[in-house]
Structure formats: structure tokens, C-alpha cells
């Protein structure tokens, strides 16, 4: 519609200069004119923009190109002589909508102003994205680096024995700190397959907690900031009578809107004319895409963790049988069992630990900012209130 409004003002131009160009006298070309009801009456006006003189325009009909005709005063009220009801203004010419709009702008919490009838329009303008700047991202070791062994297997066959052997789980509770645990016992005897099932012991080597990034952020990203922006609703003002000159009739301005021409587009980048010199650039959609990446450490580097595992024929770890150390940065060992006996507890402690250090990344801005449909509202001042 705005797009028809112009390419429609442009080809009346376009086609009274070629009126001209041809060597017609415009003025005496357009001689008759038509008022309302569509009687017939002088022409005002200078060449190629004739339009009916109103009732007492007396000796004004068919002035001279130059001369105003009962101009009155610029902006803000009907003029003198003329059929308008509302208020005569300037109009958009070239880039800009010859009809301006009544504009209502405020914070994105603010109350909307009164709904008005047309077509109505939200837009941003005076829009101001954050800064892009993400949190660094750091990596910190727990407290309690060093995971005890979890895995504990008792197998029917001694350590050196290549045979496939029967296993039976022997594993320590979650969450174990190595005090003694009777979790899993097996008694004197038990049998496996024709075999004592206790002929081994099998425990996994220790292993180093994963280091913590700091600071936690989810696995989406932070989003940044929203933008500080605007909000613009625009409503078009339609043609409600005549004005003497170069001046559109449009309603006089609802309460709580302003007066502005609108540019859309390419056209949005023009320069303000001067009768409209307050300027509010932005778009039809101004939104924050933009976020950080989450944090993330990597591997445990330069750590080691050093436990010594104990497993007893009683159920109060009192009667020691196996003993063993393992190291993080080793694998999995091997120890025998008295052949049969009872597997009844176990303990572990951490002989030596260092904690080693990880390799930060993540806290990046990913992804950018969207806008859609640039826009520019070129408004009349408002008033300064009295002091």
C-alpha cells in the first residue's frame, strides 16, 4: 500500500512535467476545475498543481505559479480559504509517504495509547544492542579430585592363570570414601562351577574428577541482553478534505500520538526535510540473537592419583588377606586370594594426589543480532512544556 501511494504520487508528477515539457500551457490547460459536487468552477493554484478554488477565493482563480493562495499558517490548523476539517500539513514528497502518520512512541513497558481506526503498525526505533561481552571462562579441580576405585571383581583362577575364570562382583558402594565396607561379601566356600569362587581379586585403577568451568553457564548458552529500544505504533492518516497550496488535509492529531512522515526501506537512509526535523531511525524487527557459549573444561593434565586397596576375610575389615596400590595414571591390577577363603570387606586410602590442571574454552559470543524492514520517522518538534 505504501509502496502504491508513492509510485502513484510519483507518475502525477511525473506526468504534469511532461504536460509542460511539451509546450502546453499548464495553467490555461487546466482552466476548469470541479468542486465537490462536481460543478464546475476557477482554478487556484500555480501551474500543474490546479485544484478548485473554494467559494471566496474571489480574484485568486488562475493565479500565477509561485503565488500562495490563502496560505495561513504552516502546520496545525485548517487555512484560511480553505475546505479542510482537520489540519493542513506538509506532505511527504519523494522517498517519504505524502500522508504522515500519527505516531505514538514509548518504553516497551509503557501503557499503549488509545487504539485508533486505519492501519496500524509496530515498529523499533532508537534501538541500542548491548555490548558483546561474554564472562571468562576458568577451570577449577573439585575438592575431591581423586575417585576411589568402584570396580572390585573376585575371579575363580589365581592372577597368573590364562584360563577363563568365573567373576563374581565385588564392587563398593557409590559415593565410598574408603572407610570399611562389607558391600558385596562373599562367604568360605562359595563355589563356582565346580571351583571356590575366591581365587583373585581384580580392582580398576583409580580415576581423577573431571575439573569444574566456571562460571556455570547452561549447555544452550547465555543469551545477552535484550536490546533497549523503543516501541513505535503507527497509525496512516487519510485525506479529509482540501487545503489551499502545497498542504495535505488530514484529522487533527489524537491525544498521546505525534505527527510524523514515514520512510520505508531503501528510502529509510534520506535525509529529514526541514518542516520535519525530529529523526527516529529503526525497523519493523530489532531482536538480540546473539549469546555465550556454555564453558568447558578439558582433560586433567599433569595429574595423578594414588590409592592402596585392602580386602579381609571378615566382615569388619579386621583379618587382612590382599593388599595392592594403584595409580590413576596405570591400569588395572591383580592380586591372589587365599584359594576359597572368605572375601567378607574392604578398604582404600589415597596414599598421594595432585591435582593437575585443565584447559578452559567456551564463553564466546555465538550468533548475531536481527533486524528486518528499516524504517525512519521524520516528526514535527514537540512543544517544550511551559516551566
Known amino acids: 500500500m505504501r509502496a502504491f501511494?508513492?509510485?502513484?504520487w510519483y507518475l502525477g508528477m511525473l506526468v504534469a512535467s511532461g504536460v509542460a515539457a511539451c509546450g502546453f500551457a499548464t495553467s490555461e490547460y487546466v482552466s476548469v476545475c470541479y468542486n465537490d459536487a462536481q460543478e464546475e468552477v476557477p482554478c487556484c493554484g500555480p501551474a500543474g498543481e490546479k485544484y478548485a478554488c473554494p467559494p471566496d477565493a474571489g480574484?485568486?482563480?488562475?493565479?500565477d505559479a509561485g503565488d500562495d493562495v490563502d496560505a495561513g499558517?504552516?502546520?496545525g490548523g485548517p487555512e484560511a480559504g480553505s475546505s479542510c476539517s482537520g489540519q493542513c500539513v506538509t506532505p511527504g514528497i519523494g522517498v517519504w509517504e505524502h500522508f504522515p502518520s500519527f505516531v505514538w512512541m514509548g518504553k516497551e513497558t509503557d501503557p499503549l495509547p488509545p487504539p485508533l481506526p486505519g492501519t496500524v503498525r509496530e515498529t523499533w526505533v532508537d534501538v541500542m544492542f548491548a555490548e558483546p561481552a561474554c564472562p571468562a571462562c576458568s577451570c577449577a579441580t573439585p575438592s575431591e579430585a581423586c575417585i576411589l576405585p568402584a570396580a572390585w571383581n573376585v575371579e575363580s583362577t589365581a592372577c597368573q592363570d590364562n584360563t577363563d575364570p568365573t567373576t563374581t562382583p565385588f564392587g563398593a558402594p557409590a559415593g565410598w570414601d574408603g572407610t570399611c565396607s562389607p558391600e558385596n561379601a562373599l562367604p568360605a566356600g562359595l563355589d563356582c562351577n565346580g571351583v571356590p569362587c575366591?581365587?583373585?581379586?581384580?580392582v580398576e585403577p583409580p580415576t581423577l574428577a573431571p575439573c569444574v568451568a566456571e562460571p556455570a553457564i547452561p549447555p544452550e548458552g547465555q543469551p545477552l541482553p535484550p536490546p533497549v529500544r523503543t516501541r513505535v505504533i503507527e497509525v496512516v492518516s487519510a485525506d479529509f478534505g482540501n487545503c489551499d497550496g502545497f498542504k495535505a488535509c488530514i484529522p487533527n492529531t489524537p491525544a498521546g500520538y505525534r505527527l510524523c512522515i514515514v520512510a520505508d526501506g531503501l528510502g529509510a537512509a534520506h535525509p529529514c526535510p526541514d518542516a520535519w526535523p525530529e529523526r527516529h531511525t529503526g525497523w519493523e524487527q530489532a531482536e538480540e540473537g546473539r549469546y555465550c557459549s556454555t564453558c568447558t573444561c578439558g582433560p586433567v593434565e599433569g595429574g595423578s592419583c594414588t590409592v592402596r586397596v585392602k580386602a579381609y576375610t571378615d566382615g569388619a575389615c579386621g583379618n587382612e588377606q590382599a593388599s595392592m596400590s594403584l595409580s590413576s595414571n596405570g591400569g588395572t591390577k591383580c592380586v591372589d586370594l587365599l584359594s576359597g577363603a572368605a572375601v567378607g570387606?574392604?578398604?582404600?586410602?589415597?596414599?598421594?594426589?595432585d591435582a593437575g590442571?585443565?584447559?578452559?574454552?567456551?564463553?564466546?559470543?555465538?550468533g548475531e543480532t536481527f533486524t528486518a524492514w528499516p524504517v525512519t520517522y521524520c516528526c514535527l518538534a514537540e512543544p517544550t512544556p511551559p516551566p
Open 357 to 366: 590442571a585443565c584447559q578452559p574454552s567456551g564463553g564466546e559470543i555465538v
Open 345 to 353: 570387606s574392604k578398604t582404600a586410602e589415597i596414599l598421594s594426589y
Open 73 to 75: 499558517e504552516d502546520d
Open 59 to 63: 480574484d485568486d482563480a488562475d493565479v
Open 198 to 202: 575366591a581365587g583373585s581379586l581384580v
Open 5 to 8: 501511494r508513492i509510485l502513484a
